[in-house]
C-alpha cells in the first residue's frame, strides 16, 4: 500500500479516516507550523473508505482541525449526492417549489407589514402578489442559484436543481426569524434607488447598519451564500472559485433580484414611483413588479433548459412550424392596433411609462408559448403516422423524447399562463380559451382536426383570440363585448376558408391519420379545386363583410392570385403567408379610416370615462379626474365608480361633492367596506368627529370591518378629548394590520403626559407609514389652536421622511 494518498492509484483503497489522519501525521515542517495534506474524497461509502482520484489537489490545514474537516467533508459530499441522485419527476418538483413559494407568501401576509392571510387587501391583487409577484421572484431566484452554481461547480444542471430545491425550504426563513426574534411585522420591500443600491450592498453584512434589509432577509441571504461556497468548494475543491461563485450569486441576488426596479427607473431617468404608480397599460404595481420578474425568470429558464439539452431549444425555435408562427403574431398585433384605435382616449400619456411597452411584450410572448405548446402537443399525438411517414418533427428527429416533450409542452403552457395573467384577468381568461382551442385540435375526444372546415374554423378561432389578446391591453374585461364585430366575422371567415389549403401537403399521412380534410374526402385533384375556390372567394368576401366594397380593388387581385397559387402542384407555403400578408394590409387601408371614424358604443365609452379618470387621478390631476368619474356613474351603478369619484372630490377640495357622493355609495351598497373607510376619512379632514363616530357605527352594525376605521375611531375620540379611549383604539387598529396606529397611540400618550417610547420604535421596527399618522396628528393640533405643538410634530414627520408631501404642504401652512 502506498504511504501517501495524493499520490495513490485510483484503484488504492484505504482504511478508515482515522488510520489516515496517523499515517498523515508525518511532518511536513513549514513555518514551524505542524500541517497535515489531505484530499477531499471522491467516494464515501457506509464502511467510511475513501477511494482517491488520479489527480488530487492537497490542500492545506492545521493539524488541530485535519481530525474533524476530512470526515466532515466526506459526510457533506455524501449527503449532497444522496439530493442530486434523488428520483422525483418535473411535475413533483413543480408542486414543491409552488408548495414552499405559497408557504412564504402565506408566512410574509401573516407575520409581516400585512399582518393578513391574503397580503392584500384586494382578492385581485392578493392572486398576483401569491402567485405572480411573489412567486416569479422565487423562480428568479430559484433558477438563477442553479444556473450559477452549475457553471461554477461544473456539475450537470440537472443535479444542481434537485440539491438547490432541497434547500429550497430556506426562503421560510425572513418571516419566521423577523416574527420569532425581532416581533415580526416588518416590511419586505425592494430597494427604491440605485444609490441606494450601492449603499446597502457594502453595508449589507454589517450587522449593525441601518438599512432596508430586514433581519430575516439577511439570514436568508447568508445561508444561501454559504451553501454556494460548500457546494462549489465540495464539487471543484477551489475555495477561490467557491468564492466567486458566492460573489456572483450575492450580486445577482441583490442588483438584479432586489433592485431591478430600480435600475430601470434609473434607466428613464424617472422617479420609482413615477413608474410603479401612475397607471398606463398595466394600472397596478403588482402587476409590473410581477412583469419584471417574470422576465428575469424566463431568460434564466431559457439559459437553464439551455444547459440541460440544447437539443430542446432547437425543437423550440426551429422545428415547430416557424414560418406559422408569425401569422398568429400579426393577428395579436392586429388586435392590439384595433385597441390603440378605440380606446387610446383613455389612456392619456400612453407610452410615456416603459410598463405599457413591457405590456405589449407580454402580450406577444404569450400568444408565442401557447403556440409552441399547441405544436408540441400536436407532434406528440401524431407521432405514430409522422414517424410512418417519415415527417420531420422534433420527436421524429430524435431531439426529444416523450416524456420531455410533454414536460416541454406544459411548461411553455404554463409560461405563456404566468404571460398572460400578468396584463390582468381579462387576458389571462382569453389565453385560456387559446390554449383550449390548441388543445381540442389535436387531442381525443374531440380532435377536432379529423373534421373537415371543422379543424380550420378552430384554427380561425385560435387567430381570433389571439387579437382577443392583444385588444385586451386597451379593453380589458370589455375585450370580446366591444371588439368591432364584423371584423371577428370577417377573420373567421376569411381564415376558415382559406386554411384548407394546407392540408394539400399531407393528403396521405391524413388519410392513415384518419383525419378527413377536404383532400381525403374528395381526391386531390377535386379537392385542389374546391380548397381553392374557397380561400378566393374568401378573398373577395371580406371586403364586403367589412363594408368597404372600395378594398375589392385589393381583394379580387390577391384572390386570382392565390386561387393560382392553390392549383399548383406545388404548394407555396412561404408565398401564400406573403400574399396573404400583403392583402391583409391593403385592406387594412381601406378599413382603418372607417374604424377611426365610427361612433363609440355605450360600453366604450363608460369604459373610457372609468380609464381616463384612474389615468388622471394617478397623475395626480384630480378636476379632470372627478369629471371623467361622475360620467362613469352615469353609464354604470359600480360601488368603486362613486367612492373614485369623492376621493377625486375631495382632492379637489369639493368638499360637499365627496360626502354626497359618499352618502349615496353608502345608501345603494350598504356592505361596501372601503366606502366607509374613506368617508370617515373624509369626516375626519373636515373636523366631524361625531360623524366618523356614526359611520363607524353603521359599518359595525353591518359586519363591515376594517382596522382603518379603528384608527379614524381613535381620532374621533381624541378629539372629544377621550384620550384613554383613543390609544385603546390605535392599538387595537395596530394590532389588526394598521401599524401607523403605534405612530398615533406615541403621539396622544405624549400629549397626555404619559409618553411611550415604546409604541414609537415599534412602529419604526415594523416600517409603518408616519405619513399615515402624524399629518392626522398635526391637523388636530392645528386645529385645537396649539400651532407651535403642531410645527414639532410636523418636524419630527419631516425627520422621518423628509419627502413627506403632506409635512411639506404643513410645513408652507402653519409656518
Not at 220 to 229: A, D, F, K, N, P
Request: net charge positive; proline share 5%.
Amino acid at each position: 500500500m502506498a504511504s501517501d494518498p495524493v499520490s495513490a492509484s485510483p484503484t488504492t483503497s484505504y482504511p478508515p479516516s482515522s488510520s489516515i489522519l496517523a499515517k498523515s501525521l508525518r511532518m511536513n515542517l513549514a513555518s514551524s507550523a505542524i500541517r497535515i495534506r489531505f484530499f477531499i474524497p471522491t467516494n464515501y461509502n457506509e464502511k467510511s473508505r475513501f477511494v482517491a482520484r488520479p489527480r488530487v489537489r492537497a490542500l492545506n490545514c492545521s493539524g488541530a482541525w485535519s481530525w474533524i474537516i476530512i470526515p466532515a467533508m466526506a459526510s457533506v459530499k455524501g449527503f449532497i449526492a444522496g439530493l442530486e441522485e434523488r428520483g422525483f419527476g418535473v411535475f413533483s418538483g413543480f408542486l414543491t417549489f409552488t408548495g414552499i413559494a405559497v408557504l412564504r407568501a402565506v408566512l410574509e401576509g401573516a407575520l409581516e407589514n400585512a399582518r393578513i392571510l391574503t397580503v392584500q387587501a384586494s382578492e385581485w391583487q392578493s392572486l398576483l402578489f401569491v402567485f405572480l409577484h411573489l412567486y416569479m421572484f422565487f423562480a428568479a431566484s430559484y433558477l438563477g442559484i442553479t444556473v450559477f452554481l452549475s457553471l461554477f461547480a461544473r456539475e450537470r444542471i440537472a443535479r444542481v436543481a434537485r440539491a438547490v430545491l432541497s434547500f429550497f425550504w430556506i426562503i421560510l426563513l425572513p418571516p419566521l426569524v423577523d416574527a420569532l426574534f425581532f416581533g415580526g411585522g416588518m416590511k419586505l420591500t425592494y430597494l427604491p434607488e440605485v444609490k441606494e443600491v450601492w449603499m446597502t450592498a457594502l453595508a449589507y453584512f454589517n450587522p449593525f447598519s441601518q438599512i432596508r434589509i430586514t433581519p430575516g432577509m439577511r439570514a436568508e441571504t447568508y445561508l444561501v451564500l454559504l451553501g454556494s461556497i460548500i457546494y462549489i468548494t465540495i464539487k471543484t475543491r477551489n475555495i477561490l472559485r467557491a468564492l466567486a461563485g458566492a460573489l456572483v450569486i450575492y450580486a445577482y441576488m441583490l442588483f438584479v433580484l432586489g433592485s431591478f426596479p430600480a435600475f430601470i427607473a434609473w434607466a428613464c431617468h424617472t422617479d420609482f414611483q413615477a413608474i410603479f404608480k401612475t397607471g398606463g397599460l398595466l394600472l397596478l404595481d403588482t402587476q409590473k413588479y410581477g412583469l419584471v420578474n417574470l422576465l428575469l425568470s424566463t431568460v434564466m429558464a431559457g439559459i437553464a433548459i439551455g444547459m440541460w439539452k440544447p437539443a430542446a431549444l432547437k425543437a423550440v425555435f426551429v422545428m415547430t412550424r416557424p414560418k406559422k408562427l408569425p401569422f398568429y403574431i400579426v393577428m395579436a398585433l392586429v388586435g392590439f392596433g384595433v385597441g390603440n384605435t378605440l380606446f387610446s382616449f383613455a389612456y392619456p400619456r400612453l407610452w410615456a411609462n416603459p410598463f405599457d411597452w413591457f405590456a405589449v411584450l407580454g402580450m406577444l410572448l404569450a400568444v408565442l408559448f401557447a403556440y409552441w405548446s399547441s405544436t408540441i402537443l400536436n407532434d406528440l399525438l401524431d407521432l405514430p403516422v409522422d414517424r410512418a411517414n417519415g415527417k420531420i418533427t422534433p420527436l421524429t428527429a430524435g431531439l426529444l423524447n416523450e416524456g420531455e416533450a410533454r414536460a416541454l409542452a406544459a411548461g411553455l403552457a404554463v409560461a405563456g399562463g404566468f404571460w398572460a395573467i400578468s396584463l390582468g384577468w381579462p387576458s389571462f381568461l382569453i389565453y385560456a380559451v387559446m390554449l383550449f382551442l390548441g388543445f381540442v385540435y389535436s387531442a381525443p375526444p374531440l380532435r377536432l382536426k379529423a373534421l373537415p372546415l371543422v379543424a380550420t374554423f378552430n384554427l380561425a378561432a385560435c387567430a381570433l383570440f389571439a387579437s382577443y389578446l392583444g385588444f385586451s391591453l386597451f379593453a380589458k374585461e370589455k375585450a370580446i363585448t366591444v371588439f368591432p364585430g364584423e371584423l371577428a366575422a370577417a377573420f373567421l371567415l376569411g381564415i376558415t376558408c382559406s386554411f384548407t389549403l394546407k392540408d394539400k401537403t399531407d393528403v396521405e399521412g391524413d388519410r392513415q391519420g384518419g383525419i378527413r380534410t377536404l383532400f381525403v374526402l374528395f381526391g386531390t385533384r377535386a379537392g385542389t379545386w374546391i380548397t381553392s375556390t374557397l380561400a378566393g372567394l374568401s378573398f373577395v368576401a371580406m371586403p364586403l363583410i367589412l363594408g368597404v366594397p372600395a378594398a375589392l380593388s385589393v381583394g379580387v387581385p390577391a384572390a386570382a392570385l392565390l386561387f393560382w397559387l392553390g392549383m399548383a402542384k406545388r404548394y407555396r407555403e412561404g408565398l401564400m403567408w406573403l400574399l396573404t400578408l400583403a392583402y391583409a394590409l391593403g385592406v387594412a387601408w381601406f378599413y382603418y379610416p372607417k374604424l377611426r371614424s365610427r361612433a363609440p358604443s355605450p360600453d366604450i365609452l363608460y369604459f373610457g370615462e372609468l380609464m381616463q379618470g384612474e389615468q388622471y387621478y394617478r397623475q395626480k390631476r384630480y378636476d379632470l379626474s372627478l369629471n371623467h368619474y361622475l360620467r362613469a356613474i352615469d353609464y354604470s351603478d359600480d360601488p368603486t365608480n362613486y367612492t373614485r369619484a369623492a376621493k377625486a372630490a375631495g382632492e379637489s377640495r369639493r368638499f360637499d361633492l365627496a360626502e354626497a357622493l359618499h352618502k349615496r355609495c353608502e345608501e345603494n351598497f350598504p356592505t361596501y367596506t372601503q366606502g366607509y373607510t374613506l368617508h370617515a376619512r373624509l369626516a375626519y379632514s373636515l373636523g366631524k368627529p361625531d360623524e366618523i363616530a356614526a359611520i363607524s357605527r353603521r359599518a359595525f352594525e353591518l359586519g363591515c370591518y376594517n382596522p382603518e376605521l379603528l384608527k379614524f375611531l381613535g381620532l374621533a375620540r381624541l378629539w372629544r378629548g377621550e384620550g384613554s379611549e383613543a390609544v385603546r383604539l390605535f392599538l387595537a387598529a395596530a394590532q389588526s394590520g394598521s401599524h401607523e396606529g403605534l405612530f398615533l397611540a406615541y403621539l396622544t400618550s405624549r400629549e397626555m403626559g404619559q409618553p411611550s417610547l415604546s409604541y414609537r420604535d415599534r412602529a419604526q421596527r415594523l416600517r409603518a407609514d408616519p405619513d399615515e399618522a402624524y399629518p392626522y396628528f398635526v391637523y388636530y393640533l392645528f386645529k385645537k389652536g396649539e400651532v407651535e405643538k403642531a410645527k414639532a410634530v410636523n418636524r419630527e414627520l419631516l425627520f422621518l421622511n423628509p419627502t413627506s408631501e403632506m409635512g411639506l404642504a404643513f410645513q408652507g401652512i402653519i409656518r
